[in-house]
């Protein structure tokens, strides 16, 4: 098996420097710096994980100094690289992750031992699921007490073992800048993910000889990037011949930068696209053929359009429960041609009917030369009916909602209204909840990289700190921070950096004074008994939360009727030189529609309560 050398190593990392398609970045000649041959230099470990880490063309690190990781804090003080000063060391995970979402580069959060390692541990695990780039760096006790439960020691490395693409307890301090180069080559080539780098403290204190490029040591490690030929003809030759195909569109297109591809794919076929929730802006909402969202709460269209396929293409996606509904019941008419970089997902929750490994980018690229020759011999499907069939249930099924019959504040309103305004270009953050599915619906995503979630762990309190990556990464967008009461309660402290770091990120609190989701499930299936869902936020005004912005350094607002949004959020959208959260008082009782209940069928689908959509059998 071929092992990267030096060069690929460089290679991966202009790639993951310059693959954001909406950026405009520009980072070859920096890159091809950063991979140039280095000075040796007699330095200690610290001085040689910082000097790989200006190799690797790091420009930001998120992070909190302490014991054990402390010796490379001191280097870190003389380095062309940024640090910003987090106030928890989840913070510093999610804002990596935010910064790598926002950018296609690597995001990398630094703690010192044992309890800055297990607090990263929740981060990891998210960028795990949503295969984020992520480079963790933390520090660890000196090699000879490792084992003995010295203060502040916890086994970070097999803690994380299940939640990263691969990780490294380093050894040697000559060792430091060929892990990080690997580190590095790891989490931004294949399927992208977190890889962990733990570095005893005796190690950063050594002395070494820091040289660079060095050489990596891989063995085995080769991701598949060109797909099959014949998979790929198979694969065309059903997309012309099928009469109800649809392209199911994961977060893989967008992690190999292949909406241009998939965008010229679409419109060659004809085929309808629905595109996930880690997918939303690889391919225009506002596009003729997408039928949007499909899942437990996406569009009636997508979810039937699914369901009812005789072929689903799925690009970069991975069949999850969240999409499938109750497994055995989904699609049960239809081929599936499967095409992923990561063979363990092939095949893993749905049967392939023709699998493909290989990046997205190369697959759709063969896949538009494979239809091209179909169709110029003469096999060009005939969709007429099937979009026939789409659009009616386009047509009677929209996205909408019904405004609050007490006249309290309708949050889908506030979010439309948001998305209106800030417009296409901004960047939206979400946390997790209602808030978050209600962004995933009312916002119009047009571009790639203008949606940040989330997604498989569906972690509360990602909002924040996320969103202070991603305006670091692109501190020229508008980024809005779309969060809960509930979500906003975990992590909002790091306003508090951004405030002190210039980092004038938006935040929009959709307080229904509940955890709103969680109240929901109680509303439908639990009786209406409502087992601490109430946070007080509305009752109490506990936090206040435009006292707690103030407090934190930002700009607090508030707003409670229909009438003060547009100028509520307007007043935010005209403040850039400091952080602006907007408390948006909002009826508890709102709730997510379309919903397919979980562990239900997709042919269950729910258009509101109490309400099924109607089909008749000519129109499935």
């Known amino acids: 098996m071929t092992r990267p050398t030096p060069e690929t190593i ?302 689903i293409v799925a690009l970069g996606a991975r069949f999850d429960d969240r999409v499938t509904g109750k497994l055995d019941s989904f699609a049960p008419d239809a081929t599936v041609v499967h095409a992923d970089i990561d063979p363990a997902e092939i095949g893993k929750n749905r049967h392939a009917d023709v699998p493909i490994v290989g990046d997205a980018r190369y697959v759709i690229d063969e896949l538009l030369a494979a239809v091209t020759a179909e169709q110029a011999a003469g096999r060009v499907a005939d969709l007429g009916d099937w979009w026939t069939q789409l659009d009616d249930l386009r047509e009677r099924y929209p996205l909408g909602y019904e405004e609050p019959s007490d006249g309290t504040l309708s949050p889908q309103y506030v979010i439309k209204r948001l998305g209106e305004i800030a417009g296409p270009d901004a960047i939206y953050v979400a946390g997790v909840g209602q808030h978050q599915m209600w962004a995933s619906q009312f916002i119009s995503y047009e571009k790639p990289q203008t949606w940040l979630n989330s997604g498989g762990l569906g972690t509360m309190g990602y909002a924040v700190p996320a969103a202070m990556g991603a305006k670091v990464g692109r501190p020229d967008a508008v980024v809005w921070g779309i969060d809960g009461d509930g979500c906003f309660q975990m992590t909002n402290q790091e306003l508090a950096t951004c405030a002190l770091e210039g980092i004038p990120v938006k935040i929009a609190v959709i307080n229904n004074g509940n955890l709103g989701m969680v109240r929901q499930w109680q509303t439908l299936f639990y009786g209406e008994r409502y087992s601490n869902t109430d946070l007080g936020t509305h009752k109490h005004r506990i936090p206040d939360f435009v006292k707690l912005a103030e407090a934190l350094g930002c700009v607090g607002l508030r707003c409670e009727t229909a009438e003060d949004v547009d100028k509520t959020i307007e007043a935010a959208m005209s403040i850039n030189d400091a952080p602006v959260v907007i408390d948006f008082v909002v009826g508890k009782d709102a709730m997510v529609w379309p919903m397919v209940a979980a562990g239900t069928s997709n042919d269950e689908i729910m258009f509101a309560r109490g309400v099924r959509p109607t089909f008749d059998e000519d129109d499935i």
């Open 10 to 311: 460089a290679h991966s990392v202009r790639r993951a420097r310059n693959s954001a398609e909406t950026t405009g970045d520009n980072d070859h000649t920096r890159a091809e710096v950063a991979s140039a041959p280095v000075q040796p230099a007699q330095v200690s470990g610290a001085g040689s994980l910082v000097r790989s880490l200006e190799a690797l063309g790091v420009d930001v690190v998120f992070g909190i100094p302490g014991g054990a990781i402390l010796p490379a804090y001191d280097p870190l003080y003389d380095s062309t690289v940024r640090h910003i000063l987090v106030r928890h060391e989840q913070g510093a995970g999610h804002a990596a992750t935010g910064y790598a979402q926002a950018t296609g580069r690597v995001g990398v959060c630094m703690a010192t031992s044992g309890p800055g390692a297990t607090n990263l541990v929740t981060p990891i695990a998210d960028a795990y699921m949503d295969s984020v780039p992520l480079v963790a760096i933390t520090g660890q006790v000196a090699r000879p007490a490792i084992g003995t439960d010295a203060f502040q020691e916890a086994d970070i490395q097999g803690i994380t073992l299940p939640i990263t693409k691969h990780n490294f307890l380093v050894q040697s301090p000559s060792e430091i800048p060929r892990i990080l180069a690997e580190a590095f080559h790891l989490a931004s080539t294949g399927r992208p993910g977190p890889v962990l780098v733990d570095i005893p403290k005796d190690v950063l204190q050594a002395e070494t000889t820091f040289v660079w490029p060095p050489t990596p040591d891989l063995p085995g490690y080769r991701p598949t990037l060109h797909p099959h030929g014949k998979q790929i003809r198979e694969a065309a030759r059903l997309m012309t011949t099928a009469r109800r195909p649809v392209l199911y569109v994961g977060g893989g297109v967008l992690k190999a930068a292949a909406t241009e591809g998939l965008r010229r794919l679409a419109e060659l076929t004809g085929i309808p696209v629905v595109t996930t929730l880690m997918a939303l802006g690889a391919f225009p909402d506002s596009h003729r053929q997408h039928l949007g969202m499909p899942g437990m709460h996406g569009t009636v269209a997508a979810v039937y359009g699914l369901q009812k396929a005789d072929l």
